[in-house]
């Protein structure tokens, strides 16, 4: 295993925190996941009190949708949060306990530093991911009955986009935590921007009365958890007339990962440039 | 003698205050090098550019004769400011990440610890350690796998009267193997007692460098009378430590380059033909000693 990555475990392996929620990360994520079919067969019996014609319930975990509705319900901004703000701690602490300076003068330099933190958030992103594909492979057999034969053509395509949506997400709270230096206040305008400031922007963006374009496509927050647009489920494109996603378009990965690597060339730059 | 560290018209401002105004200091191998000087006189500005952890405006240095990178700052221990570890690691792991740092094997952790006094608590966690503890773990952090040179900044600051002896005795271990040290003190006494040479820093500015026995030398005054007072101030500038001297009342006070045995000087007079009617001898604390330093500088 590289050096950085060692070191960089020997600084997790017995931190509680991490170890605390990450790990609620991944009871909340399956459970999540699995009360998303209740949810909207909930949604379904509301509606059908309204019409006349009823609406049939969904099955959201059959091959092949299972992929895109595990890639989709797993990247929804509520839930990407919560590994952005333990990439937030990460790097923060080491500004709050000053080990970044002591790291430095013991002969590590600054791009180094910055490098054990971006591995380990690839790291954790392509952990993730690994473990969303097992368990939809899982929770697809156990509905299905049969092992699926488009894995490669349904299934990569949208467990990809789920790594491109978490990676670019982390690299935003990675942004924020190099910025910021502080724990509350990189938390704090981070959970602000993801949860409200963008939306109301996208909303503005969207609403009829105004620009009426999809431009909101385009912002960082929005563009890291569209690249899986909308879930697989037929009545949808009943109800709100929407158009089903087929696969993952490269200028859906490429948005996103655009913005991460314009935010890691401004931190290597400012961190270049700044005093510790 | 091989130069260590040198360092070139170093200049670093904060806004409007000059933290460190062309400052160049040589440190050459085997010297323990004091840097004095009072609260807010740049020395930790000083360490923390020779360490990377800030950018100078202008100015240069040089470690081991080399452009600085992250390979020098392996062969250096330092201490700097406060003692910067992981709170819920225990004293093994942090420094386990230290030498992971600097290539090391882990080896030398059970030496350091035990040489400082902390292996009994080696797996206690950080938070729960002792500021004198935290600051002890520091130097073992510095220490480890026996640097080239060591860099302390303020080592006994906020330790109990034991613990400074106990850091004290450490350096000077560590100072008779060969291994260059550079202090940061605001304590006269401290860089008198431990130091070969030394640097007098004000408002960022070298008031002095030298050896410390030299810069530091306690010059005591003596005040004089005669009845000859124009002999006495003839013959007094004879004398081979007379530094200066003056008049007050029907006294002179002489000042001396170091330190004048009493009655050595009252001989010394009788001999110039000047017989001494009043002889007192001023000794004068270190304390005003390095003020009247500073003073006579601004």
Redesign the interface.
């Known amino acids: 295993m590289n ?1 950085l990555l ?2 960089e475990f ?2 997790i392996l ?3 925190t991490f170890w605390i929620l990450f790990g609620l990360y991944f009871v909340f994520l399956p459970i999540g996941i699995l009360l998303a079919e209740f949810m909207i067969n909930n949604m379904v019996d509301n509606i059908n009190k309204h019409t006349p014609i009823p609406l049939p319930h969904v099955a959201i975990y059959y091959f092949p949708d299972v992929w895109q509705n595990f890639a989709f319900f797993a990247s929804i901004r509520y839930v990407l949060i919560f590994p952005a703000i333990v990439i937030i701690i990460l790097i923060t ?1 080491e500004f709050t ?3 970044i ?9 600054k791009a ?1 530093f910055l490098r054990s933190k971006l591995q380990i958030i690839l790291l954790m992103a392509l952990f993730v991911s690994l473990i969303l594909t097992i368990s939809a492979f899982i929770v697809g057999l156990f509905h299905s009955g049969t092992s699926d034969i488009t894995f490669f053509s349904k299934g990569i395509p949208f467990m990809f986009g789920f790594f491109v949506s978490l990676f670019s997400f982390l690299i935003y709270a990675f942004f924020f935590g190099f910025m910021l230096r502080n724990t509350g206040l990189a938390i704090g305008l981070f959970t602000l921007y993801t949860l409200i400031i963008e939306p109301i922007i996208s909303g503005l963006l969207r609403s009829p009365l105004l620009f009426k374009n999809t431009i909101y496509n385009f912002l960082p927050i929005t563009s890291a958890i569209r690249v899986t647009e909308y879930p697989a489920v037929p009545v949808l494109k009943k109800v709100m007339g929407l158009e089903l996603q087929s696969g993952i378009s490269l200028i859906s990965l490429g948005v996103p990962l655009l913005y991460s690597a314009l935010m890691i060339g401004i931190v290597f730059w400012v961190m270049s ?1 700044k ?2 | 003698m091989e130069t260590v560290l040198s360092i070139n018209r170093l200049s670093k401002r904060y806004g409007k205050i000059q933290a460190v105004k062309e400052l160049s200091i040589e440190v050459k191998k085997g010297q323990v090098f004091g840097i004095l000087g009072p609260n807010g006189s740049g020395k930790t500005t000083t360490l923390s550019i020779i360490l990377d952890l800030l950018k100078a405006d202008d100015g240069e240095f040089k470690w081991f004769g080399e452009i600085p990178t992250k390979e020098c700052r392996k062969r250096i221990g330092s201490v700097i400011e406060s003692p910067n570890f992981f709170p819920y690691l225990t004293p093994v792991q942090n420094l386990k990440i230290v030498a992971d740092i600097k290539d090391m094997d882990y080896g030398d952790i059970e030496r350091v610890l035990t040489l400082t006094g902390l292996f009994e608590r080696r797996n206690s966690k950080f938070k729960t350690y002792s500021f004198g503890m935290k600051q002890r773990l520091a130097i073992a952090s510095a220490l480890l796998g026996s640097p080239e040179v060591l860099i302390l900044d303020e080592p006994t600051n906020g330790l109990d009267p034991q613990g400074i002896a106990q850091i004290r005795e450490l350096i000077l271990q560590v100072a008779a193997q060969g291994i260059t040290i550079i202090i940061a003190s605001h304590l006269l006494d401290e860089v008198q007692k431990i130091c070969s040479h030394v640097a007098v820093l004000d408002k960022g500015k070298r008031l002095f460098s030298g050896e410390v026995k030299d810069v530091l030398a306690i010059s005591d005054s003596f005040e004089l009378s005669s009845s000859d007072m124009t002999g006495l101030e003839k013959a007094i500038l004879q004398h081979p430590m007379y530094r200066s001297s003056e008049k007050n009342g029907n006294l002179l006070q002489v000042y001396f380059k170091g330190e004048i045995n009493p009655g050595e000087l009252n001989e010394f007079l009788h001999k110039n033909g000047i017989l001494l009617n009043h002889l007192a001898e001023r000794k004068r604390s270190l304390e005003q000693h390095f003020l009247e330093l500073l003073q006579n500088n601004t």
């Open positions: 050096k060692h070191i020997k600084k017995t931190y509680k602490n306990f000053k080990t300076r002591q790291n430095i003068i013991n002969g590590m330099s180094e440039k005093d510790l």
